[in-house]
């Protein structure tokens, strides 16, 4: 099984057949149905400059399946779940970031509908900005 940006879920076969990959992922389907998130986070503290969040940026190249990772929250999104072997987490997203913008459009306050809708309807390679809160 692999979830999506919209966190539908699809069903992959692995090994087997022409053009198979030598290498599987034995991590189980992600299901996150609770928030990842230990507390709300604000727009404005996410933009607060010397605030405790660092910007990345990730270039994810979707599969057959989608780009492994599940969008959800409002203004901010963030990022709940991402699949261990999928392209986003080579890419090197993590579960809580907050999502900033997709192909360079701010998203900051938009809820997780529209923000996996544009990432679904978009081209299948996807930017996206996120901060990441530091370490202590």
Not at 44 to 53: K, N
Not at 85 to 112: E, I, R, T, W
Request: aromatic fraction near 6%; glycine fraction near 12%; hydrophobic fraction near 35%.
């Amino acid at each position: 099984m692999r979830s999506r940006s919209d966190g539908s879920r699809y069903s992959r076969r692995v090994g087997g057949g022409p053009g198979a990959s030598s290498s599987s992922c034995s991590a189980p389907a992600l299901s996150n149905p609770k928030s990842v998130l230990k507390r709300p986070v604000s727009t404005e503290e996410l933009q607060t400059p010397g605030g405790p969040y660092i910007r990345k940026t990730f270039t994810i190249v979707g599969d057959a399946v989608g780009w492994g990772f599940v969008v959800r929250g409002n203004q901010p999104c963030h990022i709940q779940a991402v699949e261990p072997c999928g392209p986003a987490a080579a890419a090197g997203m993590k579960v809580c970031q907050f999502v900033v913008s997709v192909n360079g459009l701010n998203v900051l306050h938009l809820d997780y509908r529209t923000v996996s809708h544009l990432i679904l309807t978009g081209p299948r390679t996807v930017v996206m900005e996120v901060m990441e809160e530091t370490e202590h």
